[in-house]
Every structure is written in C-alpha cells, then in structure tokens.
C-alpha cells in the first residue's frame, strides 16, 4: 500500500509537540567531489526527509535586468527534461512529495519534501535532479511566466504597501545591489528575453555555487548519495565575486507618494546588520524590546496603546549577506500621519539615549528562548534554518549556543549597539497615503 508524505503530517506536528528536548541539531558538513558544500541533520522518527539546493543567485545578482533572478526560478518546474510542467507536477504527486523554489534577496533556491521510502524517494529525487540540471526555459513557457510577473507587477501599484516597500528600498540601498525589487520592475521585465535567463542559469546554477542541505530519516551515506544525486549533473563553474559593501546614507531622507487611501503607510529604516554581525545579538534582543516582541514592544505601547495611532507598530532587523534594513513600520489615518511619526521618532530615540531597563531585558529574554525550540519542531523548518546557517557559513553550533548568545546580551550592550548601528541622523522615512486635508474632509 502506497503511504503519502500528507497522511504524516499531523503525526510529525504530535512528535515534534512531545518532544520538548529537541533544543538544536547536530550539523554535519562536507563537500561533494564537484565543489557543492553540503549540510546534513539526521532525524529520526518519521520516513520523511527535507532537501533543499540553494544557489548565490538571489535578486541581488540581477545585474541591469530586475526580476531576472525571480524569473529563472519561476520556470525551472515549468518544463524540464522531457516533461512538462503537468508531467513534473503529476510525477511530484504520485508519490507524495512537494517541491518548491522560492528566490530572496541572497539566495535562489529550490525545496523538496517526500518520503524516504526507497521508491518513492527515488521518483521524487530524479524529478528535482532533472529540474536542477535541465530546465527548457522555453519560449511559450518563458511568455506564459513574463506576462504572469507583468500581471503581478502591475497589480502592486495599486498597493501602497508594496509602493512604500519599493521606495523604502530604493531609499536605503540607492544603485546597490538590494536596492530593487526582487520580482523587478514593469520596464525591466519587458525587457526580458528567454535567452537571458538561460544565461543566468548557466552562470550560477553550478556546482561551485551550490549548498544542499538535507534535514530527515537518511543515514549520512544516503545523504551523501543525495547530494551528489543533485549537482553531479551541473557544470563545476564557480562562484559569483562578493556583493558590494553597502554605503550608508548621507542624511535622513523622507519621501511621500501620494496614493487615494485613508491610510498611510509608513516605513522608517537604515541600512542595519548583516548575518555575521559580532552586533547581531545585542541588535536582535534589543528590536525585541523596541519594536520586534509584537504586543509587548515599546513601539507597539506608545503608537497604539497610549494613543491609538495605529493598529500596530513594529520594528524589525533582516539581515543579509551584506547589512539588510532596519524597518519601523506603521499604518495610521492620513491626518494622524505626522503625529504617529513624531511618536514613532521620539520612542526610537529615547531607546538609543537610554537603552532597555532591565526589567524589558529579563522579560525579552524569557520570551525569545522559552519558544525557540518551537522554531524548528519540523524537518521542514529546521532544515530552513540549517540552509541559512549554510548558506551564510555560520557556525554549525549556531542552534546549540543561540540561547547562551541571548544570555550573554547585557542592557548596557544593547544601548551601545543601538547608539552605534542606528542613526536618526541618518533614517529614511517613507510614507505612501492620502494628504491629511483629504482625510479630514
């Protein structure tokens, strides 16, 4: 009888649930004989395993041509080999499993899930290999995905998250790198033709530029079969020179868009931290208290509970291969807009002058690792965890010491974090909404 990875999910919800002892996971590493670096957890328990192949080959390689990278990956599962986009669907679900790719700022990367039950694993590993290694990108299947992306593309400008988030951007990042929109721009993406994708494949879909990562029910040899499974197909290549340093803003900047809403949305940022930051911790902590802990944050408590100018208020760090954006965000009636912004500026800056007390401090601490187990109570789940510590070569321990790194963050290290790595000096505001005099009409 043929067993599908679905019947297993709410037996891999209870397993993980009854068992609160699974702080971290022991990360094994290697290469294969083609240069791909390699990242392996062996759980046991269910016959599941998760695989993902990550690639340096995110929107920041973009180049001229914005949306290119999201475009690659769009049609990697379109066509491939000899099938077609119902064949490697149908061939996915026969037995089970679920793909998926997915493309950040960073990183390109495509997911498995299927069972480990021999031939079902084996059906499901060749259909990702063949994807991997021999994608068509061809042309009916490139204008089907271009004009999909022009749709989507078009239908943000009617969103003013999305304006603001564009700008936002745009603002921090200026020419760098990050300073586009991962899905590109209407102009760009027209101008996107098969070939180019083709020739952004075969650039960075190399095995010098590959990670895999597998998180399930595999012993380490079987795990080593895998990953040679995978990249033994694609050319040894290599990897993509470093992305530039960002440059930090000149000056604070603000910039309106007009846009017919009662509401206005927000954003507030710098440049902020990156995933190797020795700041990371007292940066983490300290958002926490500022803006990251939701209900219980100093922004949420002076925007929303004191005065009502908001539904909710946050801040956030997101940090990249290179420093990624510190971001206060809000959305507030139009003529409540200054005011909430005034709020929003004073509360930043009086944490940077005085830092956490230490009562915020215990609590924040409590907070961030009384649920971090549950952050990776899955296969899937951790094995996104175990691709970002790959990915941006962390320390393999970084599961095993991230609640004594929590520990470690004093008050003290947090105000002096905070005073050198976030400047009002230096914010761009944001905002996208309705003028205040047509709000109150």
């Not at 068992?19 to 670096?37: D, F, L, M, V, Y």
């Not at 490139?142 to 239908?155: D, I, P, S, V, Y």
């Not at 494949?201 to 040679?228: F, H």
Request: proline share 5%; net charge neutral; aromatic share 10%.
């Amino acid at each position: 009888m043929r067993i599908h990875l679905l019947s297993f999910m709410l037996i891999a919800g209870l397993a993980a649930f009854c068992n609160p002892t699974q702080a971290a996971a022991k990360i094994e590493h290697w290469q294969t004989p083609q240069g791909s670096r390699v990242y392996y957890v062996h759980t046991e328990g269910l016959p599941m395993a998760d695989i993902q192949v990550a690639f340096d080959a995110g929107s920041a390689r973009d180049g001229s041509r914005f949306g290119l990278s999201a475009l690659t990956s769009a049609l990697l599962d379109t066509g491939a080999g000899k099938w077609n986009a119902d064949e490697i669907a149908q061939r996915f679900e026969s037995v089970g499993a679920q793909f998926g790719a997915s493309v950040s700022n960073d990183m390109a990367s495509v997911s498995l899930r299927t069972l480990t039950d021999k031939p079902l694993f084996d059906k499901a590993l060749e259909t990702m290999q063949v994807i991997l290694t021999s994608p068509g990108f061809n042309e009916a299947d490139f204008q089907r995905e271009k004009n999909r992306t022009l749709a989507g593309l078009k239908q943000q400008e009617e969103s003013p998250a999305e304006l603001a988030s564009i700008a936002f951007y745009k603002a921090l990042y200026g020419d760098h790198p990050y300073g586009h929109p991962t899905p590109g721009s209407i102009p760009t993406v027209s101008g996107l033709e098969a070939a180019d994708l083709r020739s952004f494949y075969q650039k960075y879909y190399v095995a010098a530029n590959a990670m895999v990562v597998i998180v399930g029910d595999l012993s380490r040899q079987q795990a080593e079969q895998t990953a040679e499974k995978l990249v033994s197909g694609l050319p040894a290549g290599q990897k993509p020179e470093l992305l530039p340093e960002v440059v930090m803003p000149v000056k604070a900047g603000k910039q309106h868009i007009e846009f017919p809403s009662s509401q206005t949305h927000v954003l507030v940022g710098m440049p902020g931290t990156y995933r190797k930051d020795p700041d990371y911790f007292m940066l983490y902590v300290g958002n926490h208290i500022l803006g990251g802990g939701a209900l219980v944050s100093k922004l949420f408590d002076e925007v929303r509970e004191k005065r009502g100018l908001a539904y909710s208020a946050s801040s956030s760090f997101g940090p990249l291969f290179r420093k990624g954006p510190f971001a206060i965000s809000l959305q507030t009636r139009n003529d409540q807009t200054g005011q909430a912004l005034e709020v929003l500026n004073k509360t930043v800056a009086d944490f940077i002058a005085q830092g956490p007390t230490e009562t915020e401090l215990i609590a924040a601490k409590k907070n961030i690792t009384g649920g971090f187990a549950m952050r990776f109570d899955t296969n899937k789940e951790l094995a996104s965890y175990v691709s970002m510590i790959g990915f941006y070569e962390m320390p393999l321990d970084y599961l095993d010491t991230f609640q004594q790194n929590v520990e470690k963050v004093t008050a003290a290290s947090i105000k002096d974090a905070f005073k050198r790595r976030v400047d009002p000096q230096l914010m761009q505001t944001i905002t996208v909404g309705g003028s205040a005099k047509k709000s109150e009409k």
